[in-house]
């Protein structure tokens, strides 16, 4: 009985002993050593009240990391607010000189027939002293630029 209960101990334990995991002791492995990285700023604007927006970059070599942010203004934004806000306050000649100080608008509103303010003066008076003054219009205008070529043209 005592041979039985040794043998059959050994079967049992023998193939754990066996085919047991081997520790390595002789490991190279180097967890100490992070690859290098560049993280871009993170720029956050979420105030809808504000004409900016944002954009950030970053760049990684294996020696030499870059990372930069930067926010754009935007100018047509701006112009929008301002001229909102003064005609909230009851300024319609103003709100409307702040947005002819974008090309377009002026030469829409050439167009149409009803010129931009000038120096105070609307309508007609307005639309003498543009004539007079070109030089004063915003200088991406096609109006004054079109009439300047014909002018051109017509000497020729």
Avoid: H
């Amino acid at each position: 009985m005592k041979i039985k209960a040794i043998v059959f101990a050994l079967v049992m334990l023998l193939p754990s002993i066996v085919f047991a995991a081997d520790t390595n002791t002789n490991s190279t492995v180097v967890t100490d050593k992070a690859p290098p990285t560049a993280s871009a700023p993170s720029l956050v604007i979420n105030n809808s009240d504000v004409c900016k927006s944002a954009a950030s970059a970053a760049i990684q070599t294996q020696i030499l990391g870059f990372a930069s942010g930067i926010t754009v203004t935007d100018e047509n934004c701006e112009r929008l607010k301002l001229s909102r806000g003064l005609y909230g306050m009851g300024m319609k000649v103003a709100a409307v000189s702040m947005l002819c100080q974008d090309a377009r608008v002026f030469d829409a509103m050439w167009m149409a027939g009803t010129p931009c303010p000038y120096n105070g003066s609307i309508g007609d008076t307005a639309k003498n002293n543009w004539e007079k003054f070109p030089d004063e219009a915003p200088s991406d205008s096609i109006v004054f630029k079109k009439k300047q070529i014909n002018q051109e043209l017509n000497q020729e």
